[in-house]
């Protein structure tokens, strides 16, 4: 047995840097994030390196808790960690199977164990992701089965850590929470990563990326009222980052159709361009001046 | 008596390494994969017991085989079996089908001769348990 390892000989032949560079390159913003992730994958490498000595240890413990508000990234950066999971051999398989509680609780007695079991044997040889946890645990009910199926989870969570890795998703405030009412769950989740908001330079430049994905582009007016759009989407309810963001675009490009449509002929530019107008259209702006009109009333 | 039935039955009993290579390749051959137990391996038994659904959309054996610890542990003196199901138009089948786990003292068969009418003699075949 060798008695030194060339860590970053290690990292290359993994191609797990492939992985890390590419997350960096196609998701905007997100720092604390990648450099968590970075820190993983480190910690992953050094690991395979002390089995490499004889050092023998215990697997890792890689279940991980991915807070945020809605649309900050959680579900695109989770498959992202199943891939790089599987390349540095932390999973077999690498695929990402994602539930809510309906996937995993019953409606009546006797339902939920085999309802969960099969769940996880699906997830077996990937990662488990499991969006809205704290929905699994509903304390106002002390019948519910939602205690049963987060029973199960932490069984397999410890005993079958080399069989799949387990990814908890939601709200910062209720999986806080959540996990102060589950300890024994909290106590088997070793890596909590905290999704901040997209700034609205941050979700322009996610728009370009969803925009030029689409072989699309936007006119020159249209990215700023996309800008001016964002900020004003920001302070209404449901706001949800990224996710609004592409529902606008979809938006904008029916109404770009229905104009393309009603202007009969149409060359390749005006095919590709979303104009100005498709994202003015939007009732977002109708809101604004509308709630100063009433300020303006109510004075 | 060591009952030879489905596939590999003349190798000796595989172990969980192996079994696990061999879902691995089912899985591989998009064939969803099942267990079966019983108490009795009588030839002409084709009905065993099913323990829980077929497994669909398994990616790794690790799945079945978590099942299987399960099974020994409730049934630790039957004859358990893995099946691999093909689903694809024209095989809609079991493709492949071995035991996996025999009880540590096997039945024997009587062979029973029995008279009939017309000087006609007739076969069974019996199950015997010690
Ligand atoms: N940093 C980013 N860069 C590019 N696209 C992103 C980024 N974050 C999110 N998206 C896009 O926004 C949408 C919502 O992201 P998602 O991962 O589903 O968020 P969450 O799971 O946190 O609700 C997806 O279509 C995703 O591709
Ligand atoms: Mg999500």
Redesign the interface.
């Known amino acids: 047995m060798a008695d030194t390892v060339d860590l970053k000989r290690m990292l290359d032949e993994s191609h797990v840097s492939d992985v890390l560079d590419e997350l960096d390159r196609e998701l905007v913003g997100l720092k604390p994030v990648k450099t968590r992730i970075r820190e993983i994958a480190s910690l992953l490498v050094v690991e395979k390196a002390r089995e490499a000595l004889g050092v023998t240890s215990a697997p890792p413990s890689l279940h991980m808790c991915f807070t945020g508000n809605p649309g900050t990234g959680k579900t695109t950066v989770a498959m992202r960690m199943a891939e790089i999971l599987h390349r540095l051999g932390h999973v077999?398989?690498g695929?990402l199977v994602a539930v809510t509680r309906d996937d995993l609780v019953g409606q009546y007695i006797g339902h939920t164990a085999?309802k969960t079991?099969?769940v996880?044997?699906?997830?077996?040889?990937?990662v488990l992701f499991i969006d809205e946890a704290y929905y699994l645990y509903r304390p106002e009910n002390e019948r519910d089965y939602g205690q049963e199926a987060i029973e199960i989870l932490m069984q397999v969570m410890e005993n079958?850590r080399e069989?799949?890795v387990v990814i908890f998703a939601g709200y910062k405030s209720r999986m806080d929470r959540f996990f102060e009412s589950n300890p024994g769950l909290s106590s088997r989740v070793a890596h909590h990563i905290d999704f901040p908001d997209y700034s609205d330079g941050e979700l322009l430049q996610i728009a370009d990326r969803m925009v030029d994905g689409l072989g699309l582009q936007l006119a020159e007016g249209a990215r700023k009222a996309l800008a001016e759009y964002l900020s004003i989407r920001r302070k209404q309810p449901n706001f949800a980052n990224a996710r609004s963001l592409r529902n606008a675009l979809d938006r904008a490009r029916l109404r770009q159709a229905r104009r393309l449509i009603e202007a009969g002929e149409v060359d390749a530019a005006s095919l590709t361009t979303i104009e100005e107008a498709d994202i003015r259209a939007s009732r977002v702006f109708d809101a604004a001046p509308a709630a100063k009109d009433k300020e303006k009333a109510a004075c | 008596m060591r009952i030879t039935q489905g596939t590999f039955s003349f190798l000796p009993d595989l172990t969980d390494e192996q079994i696990a290579k061999q879902v691995e390749y089912a899985l591989d051959q998009g064939w969803a994969v099942s267990i079966e137990h019983t108490d009795d391996p009588h030839p002409r038994n084709t009905y065993w017991e099913m323990w829980g659904m077929p497994m669909f959309d398994l990616k790794d054996a690790a799945g079945l085989m978590t099942e299987l610890k399960e099974c020994r542990k409730v049934f630790p003196d039957r004859y358990i079996k893995v099946n691999a199901f093909d689903s694809t138009l024209g095989f809609e089948t079991m493709r492949l089908s071995f035991i996996v786990d025999r009880p540590a003292r096997e039945p024997e068969f009587n062979l029973r001769r029995t008279d009939t009418s017309g000087r006609n003699i007739r076969y069974e075949l019996e199950t015997v348990r010690s």
């Open positions: 077999r398989k695929h085999p079991k099969e996880l044997k699906k997830a077996m040889g990937g079958q069989d799949l």
